[in-house]
């Protein structure tokens, strides 16, 4: 039995992929880290990928830390990134559906996408089905079993409150800040992920834990998340498994679904 999220009714047009098309997620590109040129030459990467890929793509799924960080004032938004707008405002106008799912690091998105490009920001798992198949899809960040200090932690940023402020502070300083507190956050998640990506060990997967914990009440084929930094594949039940995406800092891996198949790919190289 699945029950449906009331962000499902979005992923209608693609419950049904057309002969030779595919579904295309990426996460955690980390644009504006750690320095201009470096984000610039992934920035490029990037473009690239989506060229290569588009010929065939039925949507696009961008699951969250796409930037490094990310916020929008009422007429100001984070310099650069033209490159990547731009194409996915191309991909748009050519009918490709984007999604974007807001991360740790790019939560505060709000309406600037939808209205200038018109592609959705989803900020909260959702499930959707496609050819018979159910995903549930999110960033991943304070899923799962504890890291309360964070959940607690996130819930602040998400609210009214903390926005209103931030909202008050000059873009130089809001921006200069965030991008300190990004840094030193980044840092931390890679040299973790760095040490546990040579010995991945399952039942410490917090992601496939809570996959688990939402198999057991809502059966899924597929659980995709990025967040980690490490690209895996973990079986979840019988049929069921859980992909974590990478990243484009280090291993520019992605995934791909066609058919009834779910795989993941890493570009040049």
């Given at each position: 039995?699945?029950?449906?999220t009331?962000?499902?009714?979005?992923?209608?047009?693609?419950?049904?992929?057309?002969?030779?098309?595919?579904l295309?997620?990426?996460s955690?590109?980390?644009?504006?880290?750690?320095?201009?040129?470096?984000?610039?030459?992934?920035?490029r990467?990037?473009?690239?990928?989506?060229?290569?890929?588009?010929?065939?793509?039925?949507a696009?799924?961008?699951?969250?830390?796409?930037?490094?960080?990310?916020?929008?004032?009422?007429?100001?938004?984070?310099?650069g990134?033209?490159?990547?707008?731009?194409?996915?405002?191309?991909?748009?106008?050519?009918?490709?559906?984007?999604?974007?799912?807001?991360?740790n690091?790019?939560?505060?998105?709000?309406?600037?996408?939808?209205?200038?490009?018109?592609?959705?920001?989803?900020?909260?798992?959702?499930?959707?089905?496609c050819?018979?198949?159910?995903?549930?899809?999110?960033?991943?960040?304070?899923?799962?079993?504890?890291?309360?200090?964070?959940?607690?932690?996130?819930?602040?940023?998400?609210?009214?409150?903390?926005?209103?402020?931030?909202?008050?502070?000059?873009p130089?300083?809001?921006?200069?800040?965030a991008?300190?507190?990004?840094?030193?956050s980044?840092?931390h998640?890679?040299s973790?992920?760095?040490?546990?990506?040579?010995?991945?060990?399952?039942?410490?997967?917090?992601?496939l834990?809570?996959?688990?914990?939402?198999?057991?009440?809502?059966?899924?084929?597929?659980?995709?998340?990025?967040?980690?930094?490490?690209?895996?594949?973990?079986?979840?039940?019988?049929?069921?498994?859980?992909?974590?995406?990478?990243?484009?800092?280090?291993?520019?891996?992605?995934?791909v679904y066609?058919?009834?198949?779910?795989h993941?790919?890493?570009?040049?190289?």
């Amino acid at each position: 039995m699945f029950i449906s999220t009331p962000l499902s009714k979005s992923f209608e047009h693609i419950k049904s992929l057309e002969e030779g098309k595919k579904l295309y997620f990426a996460s955690d590109f980390h644009l504006g880290a750690p320095d201009q040129e470096a984000s610039q030459e992934r920035e490029r990467r990037i473009i690239r990928w989506i060229d290569f890929t588009k010929r065939d793509a039925a949507a696009f799924f961008f699951v969250g830390d796409i930037f490094d960080f990310w916020y929008e004032y009422s007429k100001v938004i984070p310099k650069g990134f033209v490159r990547f707008i731009g194409k996915i405002a191309e991909l748009h106008d050519q009918g490709i559906p984007v999604y974007f799912f807001g991360g740790n690091h790019d939560m505060w998105m709000y309406s600037y996408f939808q209205k200038e490009i018109g592609i959705e920001v989803i900020l909260d798992p959702v499930s959707f089905e496609c050819n018979g198949k159910y995903f549930h899809i999110s960033h991943g960040d304070g899923l799962g079993p504890g890291d309360y200090f964070y959940k607690f932690l996130k819930k602040i940023f998400r609210g009214s409150v903390t926005r209103f402020f931030f909202h008050l502070l000059h873009p130089d300083l809001g921006i200069g800040l965030a991008h300190a507190w990004s840094k030193s956050s980044r840092s931390h998640n890679s040299s973790k992920s760095t040490n546990e990506a040579d010995s991945v060990v399952p039942d410490k997967e917090i992601l496939l834990s809570y996959s688990k914990s939402i198999q057991e009440k809502t059966p899924h084929d597929y659980y995709i998340f990025g967040h980690r930094h490490i690209p895996m594949s973990l079986q979840v039940s019988d049929k069921s498994y859980y992909y974590n995406l990478g990243e484009w800092i280090k291993y520019f891996t992605y995934g791909v679904y066609e058919k009834e198949d779910f795989h993941l790919m890493k570009f040049e190289g």
